[in-house]
């Protein structure tokens, strides 16, 4: 039960938690910086045929006291196809009132390896879509080289806690469910630091 429910979960190599969990070591300043090798995915599943997936590569840490605020513009996510673009941003997640979908994180729920190897653990998260927050658990792997991390983590989004519509078009209904992935290269422990 436990592994289907790892296995349900959405893998999130969120980078931006590299950047919590070094920010997590420095001092905390305000202020919004956007991640550089960032790669955002999502993937919906739908009644009959291939899965819907849509990328992105905007991806922001905002440091708020104890919090960091991961952000991700929901127009710069795109599946590839225009007219589906425009009524998943348009009639579904209105991403002209709600146009970012934040996740934050306490910078205590990280933990970071001292010394090169792997560490796996959850860490409770609010996801603010679409005007409401919800409260979920980002299951994530810290991997430390040198000086270096590389993150990764898993989430769901069920729409219907956010009150999105379910979305359907022509025949095909999206599953309520949507799995979500964040990406975010090794970078330097300093350069992390220096920026938060």
């Keep these: 039960m436990a592994k289907q429910g790892a296995r349900d979960r959405v893998k999130v190599g969120i980078g931006v938690l590299l950047m919590a969990a070094l920010a ?25 045929g291939p899965k819907i997936v849509g990328t992105g590569t905007d991806l922001r840490l905002e440091s708020r006291g104890s919090l960091l605020v991961f952000k991700v513009p929901l127009k710069t996510v795109t599946t590839r196809k225009e007219a589906r673009d425009r009524q998943m941003r348009d009639r579904y997640l209105e991403a002209d009132t709600h146009p970012m979908v934040e996740l934050q994180m306490a910078r205590g729920a990280l933990t970071i390896p001292k010394r090169d190897g792997l560490f796996e653990g959850d860490a409770k998260a609010s ?3 679409h005007g409401k927050s919800r409260e979920t658990v980002v299951h994530y792997s810290v991997e430390r080289q040198g000086e270096s991390l590389r993150v990764s983590g898993a989430f769901r989004v069920d729409l ?11 025949g095909i209904t999206v599953r309520p469910e949507v799995e979500v992935e964040v990406a975010f290269g090794g970078i330097d422990r300093a350069v992390i630091a220096d920026a938060m």
Excluded: C, M
Aim: cysteine-free; charged content about 20%.
């Design 24 to 48: 997590w070591q420095g001092p905390a300043r305000a202020g919004e910086r956007s991640l550089t090798n960032a790669h955002v995915k999502f993937t919906a599943a739908v009644s009959n």
């Design 160 to 170: 219907r806690a956010h009150g999105i519509d379910i979305p359907t078009y022509r």
């Design 127 to 129: 996801l603010k879509l």
